[in-house]
């Protein structure tokens, strides 16, 4: 008597898989991962990142908007601290004069003109030729403040030479002068000596001497500007303007005309006429942008080439080498599988499984590659008169849970490709 064959051992059941309507392919691929989820979690791994930048740049933004517009600059009219001169620039501006702050030559000889004056504060460099000349042209009454001995030569067209001198104490300005003598006696270092030969029509007028032949103080008077030169720039300094008379000099020297081109030279300037845009035509891009917007600027452009430097992937043609050793493939199959087990990768094993065996049961049905996943179900259907829903479940299921899972469908993907035939 021939016993019946027993019964094969039902397989474990599978999840669904989530279809669309009978025309679209299933929104599940091979890895159990769609547009959306994708999308989550990418969301998920740059959210903490995303929300530091933007805390730091909301912080950097209320700083900006709440601390007034200031700088460390020396001798600058906007910096309050000892070596700066906003002490002197605000008193000028209460009393009616408009300073207009400039760091390069270009911005200089567009905002000053004849009846203005313009302040050279101290340079870190030194001025160029063209430089020089582009000052000269100005037609303002120029205030100079430790020229070196280029500009000091290029400015009092060599009636006025630099020298050593010392400070011994309030000594009298010793000249006519209008502005020496409202200041009266002062501390300031002498530098300055008279170098014209006499044949001149225009001679300096020296003030505060040391006895041995230096001057504090210079003054030409042109017919068309004037040109003052001080040695010692500390007169205007915030630390030193409330010393004996520097203030009542800083005023006299800077007050004279409404208008006021406050000059801290940039070190890296090298421009000359024309260069550079104009205060004018700088307020109408500035306007556009609350105070303080340049900082916030900086630090995004810094925060997005940080990001930028650390997400960003090599990018570049494939570079082809010959191995140094030659590889089985069973042993490269093996440690990739090893690599997968580490990283417990169970999704991306699984895609590729059934992305192997899809592939060559549709290259076996006679499939074009570009089928969509209800024509490979349909065709494996009625090939191996399987449910259509167990096999949507093998090719396009879930990911398995465990290890266990992920050798029970390598099994079942093996015997289902093994029974797909022809038809």
Do not use: K
């Amino acid at each position: 008597m021939t016993l019946p064959a027993p019964a094969p051992p039902t397989p474990p059941a599978v999840p669904a898989v989530q279809t669309g309507p009978a025309d679209e392919p299933p929104v599940v691929v091979g890895d159990d991962t769609t547009g959306r989820s994708r999308a989550a979690r990418r969301w998920r791994r740059a959210r903490w990142p995303l929300t530091v930048l933007v805390a730091v740049a909301l912080l950097v933004g209320f700083l900006a908007v709440v601390r007034p517009a200031t700088s460390a600059a020396p001798y600058a009219p906007d910096n309050p601290e000892q070596g700066g001169a906003m002490a002197v620039a605000e008193v000028l501006r209460d009393q009616g004069v408009r300073v207009t702050h400039v760091t390069t030559v270009a911005e200089a000889s567009a905002a000053a003109g004849p009846d203005s004056t313009l302040l050279i504060t101290p340079n870190p460099s030194f001025f160029a030729e063209d430089q020089i000349s582009a000052l000269n042209r100005t037609g303002a009454d120029l205030v100079v403040l430790q020229p070196d001995y280029s500009m000091l030569a290029g400015l009092t067209r060599g009636s006025v030479d630099s020298t050593y001198g010392e400070s011994t104490g309030p000594v009298d300005p010793e000249c006519a002068d209008p502005a020496a003598r409202a200041a009266g006696p002062l501390r300031l270092r002498p530098g300055l000596y008279d170098s014209s030969d006499g044949s001149g029509t225009v001679r300096p007028v020296l003030c505060w001497p040391d006895g041995v032949g230096a001057f504090a103080y210079a003054r030409l008077d042109y017919p068309d500007r004037s040109v003052t030169v001080v040695s010692d720039p500390t007169v205007i300094r915030n630390d030193a303007v409330l010393q004996d008379g520097n203030a009542a000099l800083a005023l006299w020297m800077l007050g004279g005309h409404e208008d006021l081109v406050w000059l801290v030279p940039d070190p890296m300037d090298v421009s000359t006429v024309g260069d550079e845009p104009t205060p004018a035509e700088r307020g109408q891009v500035d306007a556009l942008m609350p105070p303080g917007s340049a900082p916030v600027a900086l630090v995004v452009v810094l925060a997005a080439v940080l990001l930028t430097l650390w997400r960003a992937r090599r990018l570049g043609p494939l570079v082809v080498e010959d191995l140094p050793v030659l590889v089985r493939s069973a042993e490269a199959t093996r440690g990739r599988a090893r690599l997968y087990r580490a990283a417990r990768a169970r999704g991306h094993a699984a895609a590729g499984l059934r992305a192997s065996a899809a592939d060559r049961i549709a290259s076996r049905l006679g499939l074009a590659r570009s089928s969509d996943a209800n024509t490979v179900v349909d065709a494996v259907v009625a090939a191996t008169d399987r449910p259509s829903q167990q096999v949507a479940d093998l090719l396009y299921g879930p990911p398995p849970a465990d290890d266990a899972a992920l050798a029970e469908l390598a099994r079942r993907l093996d015997t289902l490709e093994s029974e797909v035939h022809r038809p």
